[in-house]
């Protein structure tokens, strides 16, 4: 061995892997579970059913009162306000629609395994009922009919047994109805194949409500030409054998292209103040144009790209994305306000390089924006605000103004900045 390569191999196992790390920040095994003794980078914003009644708000916060932005409804258009953005972008709708209102807003799958009461595995479609008190999250059972490729408009009915992501492909498990759809009946369904399945869900009427019972026909297929990094679903729905409709819609407000949808495995996120869950069972829908998407594009995915399996420091980066993308500065301290507008452009840096096209140097933000954790923006200098003309809440809620120079924090460890210099 080389004198040199002996001192090359001394200087790397005196650093140890910290060292390691500092030479390549952007390695996959830099990246490590918190440290005993630091915060814990999963403390994030209550996920079950938090709505702008139910979030936990300090006497100082700015709730949304009134509500000024069911989920997903086509009410929320800038400038009038500000939508959440999370599944898909601010004035545009992910919601199944009967009779041009917003009927059913899918979230997610989730898969139900049998028990002593239901022996057979199911999945339901879980998402928002806008007509109901609060906007709450519901889930029923989905259906499917397996196409005849030789004949049309025929098929046969079968048992879903489970839907699941890997990484992004989406895959549909199922079995005949005559079977007790145990794991060596089940057969699968994934890329171009899915074209011949019709999944189903059916609405009960509102229990002395407005709206009569519902029942959805669901296709699902690749888009040809999508993101290599994300994939891209064309996801469409139609009532009663009527006319299909496309799931996302941006409602014209930033092209007038149709919204593809992805799927992300594991993670419950709440649609009202975008706070990440792990759940195994769980397969997120999410708009290309909402956050949710915007930053598995962006690099922020929250599993090991090794393993696939979910990560603490990653899903911490995700999960301060998703306020990120939506300027939601205050939404851990009640304000659940998004602060920029459709097309606003940012640049990003994250701790451990792992952003696609974002370094681990804070300090070449020159104009920093903010740090941000799941909770929103851990420091924020308002000068420097993507948006200028939207005004914050007196006082920033308390956020305060970044440290100079800039440095990464325990828990602010993604940087939002901005493309013009603020004014002197």
Same mark, same amino acid.
């Given at each position: 061995?080389?004198?040199?390569?002996?001192?090359?191999?001394?200087?790397?196992?005196?650093? /140890?892997?910290?060292?390691? $790390?500092?030479?390549?920040?952007?390695?996959?095994? $830099?990246?490590?579970?918190?440290?005993?003794?630091?915060?814990?980078?999963?403390?994030?914003?209550?996920?079950?059913?938090?709505?702008?009644?139910?979030?936990?708000?300090?006497?100082?916060?700015?709730?949304?009162?009134?509500?000024?932005?069911?989920?997903?409804?086509?009410?929320?258009?800038?400038?009038?306000?500000?939508?959440?953005?999370?599944?898909?972008?601010?004035?545009?709708?992910?919601?199944?629609?009967?009779?041009?209102?917003?009927?059913? $807003?899918?979230?997610?799958?989730?898969?139900?395994?049998?028990?002593?009461?239901?022996?057979?595995?199911?999945?339901?479609?879980?998402?928002?009922?806008?007509?109901?008190?609060?906007?709450?999250?519901?889930?029923?059972?989905?259906?499917?009919?397996?196409?005849?490729?030789?004949?049309?408009?025929?098929?046969?009915?079968?048992?879903?047994?489970?839907?699941?992501?890997?990484?992004?492909?989406?895959?549909?498990?199922?079995?005949?109805?005559?079977?007790?759809?145990?794991?060596?009946?089940?057969?699968?369904?994934?890329?171009?194949?899915?074209?011949?399945?019709?999944? /189903?869900?059916?609405?009960?009427?509102?229990?002395?409500?407005?709206?009569?019972?519902?029942?959805?026909?669901?296709?699902?297929?690749?888009?040809?030409?999508?993101?290599?990094?994300?994939?891209?679903?064309?996801?469409?729905?139609?009532?009663?054998?009527?006319?299909?409709?496309?799931?996302?819609?941006?409602?014209?407000?930033?092209?007038?292209?149709?919204?593809?949808?992805?799927?992300?495995?594991?993670?419950?996120?709440?649609?009202?103040?975008?706070?990440?869950?792990?759940?195994?069972?769980?397969?997120?829908?999410? $708009?290309?144009?909402?956050?949710?998407?915007?930053?598995?594009?962006?690099?922020?995915?929250?599993?090991?790209?090794?393993?696939?399996?979910?990560?603490?420091?990653?899903?911490?980066?995700?999960?301060?994305?998703?306020?990120?993308?939506?300027?939601?500065?205050?939404? /851990?301290?009640?304000?659940?306000?998004?602060?920029?507008?459709?097309?606003?452009?940012?640049?990003?840096?994250?701790?451990?390089?792992?952003?696609?096209?974002?370094?681990?140097?804070?300090?070449?933000?020159?104009?920093?924006?903010?740090?941000?954790?799941?909770?929103?923006?851990?420091?924020?200098?308002?000068?420097?605000?993507?948006?200028?003309?939207?005004?914050?809440?007196?006082?920033?809620?308390?956020?305060?103004?970044?440290?100079?120079?800039?440095?990464?924090?325990?828990?602010?460890?993604?940087?939002?900045?901005?493309?013009?210099?603020?004014?002197?």
């Amino acid at each position: 061995m080389s004198a040199r390569l002996q001192y090359v191999v001394m200087l790397f196992l005196a650093m /140890g892997v910290s060292g390691c $790390c500092v030479l390549f920040p952007g390695s996959k095994s $830099c990246v490590r579970p918190t440290p005993p003794g630091e915060p814990d980078l999963n403390e994030s914003l209550p996920v079950r059913d938090c709505r702008s009644e139910t979030c936990v708000l300090p006497p100082e916060a700015i709730p949304l009162s009134p509500w000024e932005c069911p989920t997903g409804q086509p009410s929320c258009r800038p400038p009038e306000t500000n939508g959440l953005g999370i599944f898909v972008v601010e004035g545009g709708t992910y919601c199944f629609q009967v009779n041009g209102r917003p009927r059913f $807003c899918p979230e997610a799958f989730a898969n139900i395994p049998a028990s002593a009461s239901a022996p057979r595995p199911s999945v339901r479609l879980m998402g928002r009922v806008p007509s109901t008190p609060g906007d709450l999250l519901g889930g029923y059972t989905v259906t499917g009919v397996l196409q005849n490729p030789r004949t049309s408009g025929t098929g046969e009915s079968v048992r879903i047994h489970s839907i699941q992501a890997e990484g992004t492909r989406f895959t549909v498990n199922y079995c005949p109805m005559s079977s007790t759809c145990t794991d060596t009946q089940v057969l699968q369904l994934q890329d171009e194949d899915l074209h011949r399945l019709r999944l /189903g869900v059916s609405l009960p009427a509102d229990d002395g409500g407005p709206e009569r019972a519902a029942t959805f026909e669901v296709a699902v297929t690749p888009r040809l030409g999508a993101s290599t990094r994300v994939r891209g679903y064309d996801v469409l729905y139609r009532e009663a054998r009527g006319t299909w409709v496309h799931h996302c819609d941006l409602g014209g407000v930033i092209a007038s292209d149709r919204d593809a949808t992805s799927f992300l495995p594991g993670l419950r996120i709440n649609s009202v103040n975008a706070a990440v869950e792990p759940v195994p069972t769980w397969t997120t829908i999410g $708009c290309e144009s909402g956050a949710i998407v915007s930053c598995l594009d962006w690099g922020y995915a929250p599993w090991n790209p090794d393993t696939g399996v979910y990560d603490t420091l990653r899903g911490h980066l995700f999960g301060s994305c998703l306020q990120a993308k939506r300027a939601a500065y205050f939404v /851990g301290r009640g304000d659940l306000k998004s602060y920029t507008r459709n097309g606003t452009r940012i640049n990003k840096r994250d701790e451990f390089g792992l952003g696609r096209d974002a370094s681990n140097q804070v300090e070449e933000l020159r104009t920093l924006e903010a740090l941000w954790s799941p909770q929103g923006a851990v420091c924020l200098n308002p000068e420097n605000r993507r948006v200028p003309g939207i005004a914050p809440p007196a006082g920033m809620l308390g956020v305060p103004p970044c440290a100079r120079p800039p440095t990464w924090t325990p828990t602010g460890k993604l940087a939002t900045g901005t493309f013009t210099p603020a004014p002197d």
